[in-house]
């Protein structure tokens, strides 16, 4: 233990491999959440975060981190929050540096391993609410699982769950860059190079952008960028730094790592079968089938499985 080895999920018939159940969802699904209450909070060092609240008056709130390139208007995180609003939560999606409406100020963006932000979302929401219980997507999800690592002893909070996480970055890194993987690597480079160049616009000098042409995968781009923009020596130390799966060790809170087998951003390094005896607080489920922040249902009228699954695990802690 704790591995969950019944997982029920069963795909629909016509999403019949793991490109399928990832793409579809990202670009088909239509999710309607009630009109959130924005907020802007500033950080330590001069910059912002904006979240987004939906409040019921709960002494329980779930706080969403999305994934890669994401923000918390994804369809994924509306329909999280559609389904702890229906079970009594309150719930707060954030959007990380340069994620949301406006570019970031300071040089630095966002990483996989930026808990410190997380940490000043968690610090905002502490003193209203009895329960604090974190979920995340993807990168999220490595943030979420990192952070609870470092914070084992934090009191109010009582759960974790991470969706579709690359708990080993290095290798999956180079997963996503295989040729089968083309689609995703090239619009997420699209999105991040942009970035780079509003970046440099607001910062002149202090970017690189003769580096741009270099850049082929996104271990290229982390090499170049995001590790030494956010202090790394190169993306090796990126990456050696920030994956979860060294922090789970650390986790003391009941947590749930749920990763599709067929996920196709995933390297057999997130699915660490030989830690489940050894970790007294971290839960593993593998369904065969789920795709990358997939989980679609067999019939369209019943839930995500991956929504499914995070409110019975949280309520469950509960």
């Known amino acids: 233990m704790p591995l969950l080895e019944n997982s029920t999920y069963t795909r629909p018939k016509w999403l019949f491999n793991g490109h399928l159940e990832t793409i579809y969802p990202s670009l088909f699904r239509q999710v309607y959440a009630p009109n959130p209450v924005k907020e802007r909070i500033l950080t330590t060092d001069g910059d912002f975060l904006d979240l987004e609240w939906y409040r019921q008056n709960s002494n329980k709130l779930v706080i969403l981190s999305h994934g ?22 309150d719930v707060l999606a954030w959007n990380f540096r340069s994620c949301s409406y406006e570019m970031n100020k300071q040089l630095i963006f966002y990483h996989s391993g930026a808990t410190y932000d997380l ?3 968690v610090n905002h929401a502490y003193d209203s609410y009895e329960q604090l219980h974190l979920l995340g997507f993807s990168l999220g999800g490595n943030l979420t ?14 759960s974790g769950v991470a969706i579709s996480v690359p708990l080993h970055l290095r290798s999956s890194s180079r997963k996503i860059s295989q040729i089968g993987n083309t689609l995703y690597s090239k619009r997420f480079l699209r999105s991040l ?5 509003d970046k440099s616009a607001a910062h002149p000098g202090q970017i690189p952008l003769e580096a741009l042409k270099n850049i082929k995968t996104l271990a290229d781009f982390d090499d170049l960028f995001t590790g030494p923009l956010h202090g790394f020596a190169d993306a090796e130390e990126y990456y050696e730094v920030n994956s979860s799966l060294f922090f789970l060790d650390r ?6 790592i749920l990763n599709a087998l067929n996920d196709p951003f995933l390297s057999e390094l997130c699915f660490p079968y030989h830690l489940a005896e050894s970790l007294d607080h971290v839960y593993f489920e593998f369904p065969k089938y789920g795709g990358h922040v997939g989980f679609s249902p067999e019939n369209s009228s019943k839930p995500y499985y ?13």
């Open 68 to 89: 890669l390139e994401g923000n918390s208007n994804r369809s994924y995180m509306l329909g999280m929050v559609n389904t702890f609003l229906k079970k009594g939560y």
């Open 119 to 121: 940490d000043s979302v």
């Open 306 to 318: 991956s929504e499914q699954r995070a409110v019975e695990f949280i309520s469950a802690v509960i």
């Open 145 to 158: 699982l990192k952070y609870l690592g470092e914070n084992s002893s934090h009191p109010k909070i009582k």
């Open 193 to 197: 190079k942009k970035k780079v160049i």
């Open 251 to 256: 986790i003391k809170v009941p947590t749930l």
